[in-house]
């Protein structure tokens, strides 16, 4: 697979890296982690150097099974996790709200680097802003663990312009994790510019809309009681008949190229900056390959343009996000 560079840090890691969340939180069901292990060796396989993970997955389950899975090829890939919540380190309890001070910081990333089975971890991110806590703080405790050699590259995650550039005045910011895909665009006004200007990658998470890129879900679709989808705005029945216009465009690209819907939402995310590199999230092998095929398809001038026209006739129904896990994403 081609790789990319995240910014101007001179991380590389694949054009297209995996989100790993679904493997122990998978939308309302919890998949075998025996079945896991195997489709995240068989992404490196196939050139996946790109693992995302966090604390708050499990909480702390998600890390030991990536640990376990990525431990025969450790040095060759690379590794990104994230702190941020309220978690008792020694029970993996979720205490509640966020939690970014410095000494909960140095805790937390020990326990990372434990059931991560390394001696670094390769970027850390902030999973989301602490308003408690100056953004000052934050990066000088991830820069004091830069320093010890046991983190190689900051993140953020879900932060305004303004946090990344406070951040990014202490500890230079590998790359920002956020929401960035067909439907979710809301970054492009102000925060990809300011990532451009700073030499900051972008790793977009999602970038299949939760599954509704792909075309697989409809008006009919039903969700588990668990499932995060069916308490978000945007696919409740009403707003997804008119949210599936941008799916039929995508298959109409899709059908042009000779390929799917899938690959085209990710080809256009690799196609809007050099410096992007989207994390979709899988547990079937099938789906792992599609898409990694993502990068092998060439959106043409012509065809970026004929998207946005025809996306620009198209608004967006509902919110990201259930209204109390939108006042924890800052934008």
């Not at 069901?29 to 499990?58: H, L, S």
């Not at 102000?190 to 409809?218: K, N």
């Amino acid at each position: 697979m081609r790789k990319r560079t995240l910014g101007r840090s001179g991380l590389e890691v694949s054009a297209i890296g995996l989100g790993c969340m679904g493997m122990t939180d998978a939308f309302g069901q919890r998949p075998d982690r025996g079945a896991m292990i195997p489709i995240i060796r068989a992404a490196f396989e196939r050139g996946v150097t790109f693992f995302d993970t966090a604390e708050n997955y499990g909480p702390f389950a998600n890390e030991a099974l990536l640990g376990e899975a990525v431990a025969p090829f450790r040095d060759q890939v690379v590794i990104a996790t994230k702190f941020g919540w309220n978690i008792d380190p020694a029970t993996g309890k979720r205490l509640g709200g966020l939690n970014s001070r410095p000494e909960h910081i140095k805790v937390a990333a020990e326990g990372m680097l434990k059931r991560l089975r390394t001696d670094r971890i390769d970027l850390l991110y902030q999973h989301r802003v602490d308003p408690d806590v100056p953004m000052e703080e934050v990066a000088g405790a991830v820069k004091a663990l830069i320093r010890q050699g046991k983190v190689r590259h900051f993140g953020l995650s879900e932060a305004g312009a303004s946090s990344i550039r406070r951040a990014h005045a202490v500890q230079p910011v590998t790359a920002l994790q956020s929401e960035y895909s067909f439907w979710t665009r809301e970054i492009e006004a102000e925060i990809l510019p300011t990532l451009e200007e700073l030499g900051i990658g972008l790793v977009p998470y999602s970038p299949l809309g939760r599954g509704f890129l792909t075309g697989a879900i409809d008006t009919t679709t039903t969700f588990n009681a668990t499932d995060l989808r069916g308490r978000t705005p945007r696919f409740a029945p009403d707003a997804m008949k008119v949210n599936l216009g941008l799916v039929a465009l995508l298959a109409r690209i899709a059908s042009r190229k000779g390929t799917t819907p899938a690959r085209v939402a990710l080809a256009w995310l690799l196609a809007q900056k050099p410096w992007i590199v989207p994390i979709p999230g899988t547990t079937k092998l099938a789906r792992l390959e599609e898409n990694i095929g993502a990068a092998s398809v060439a959106l043409s001038a012509d065809d970026l343009r004929d998207i946005e026209a025809t996306a620009a006739t198209i608004t967006v129904q509902g919110e990201r996000y259930p209204e109390d896990l939108m006042k924890l994403s800052e934008r």
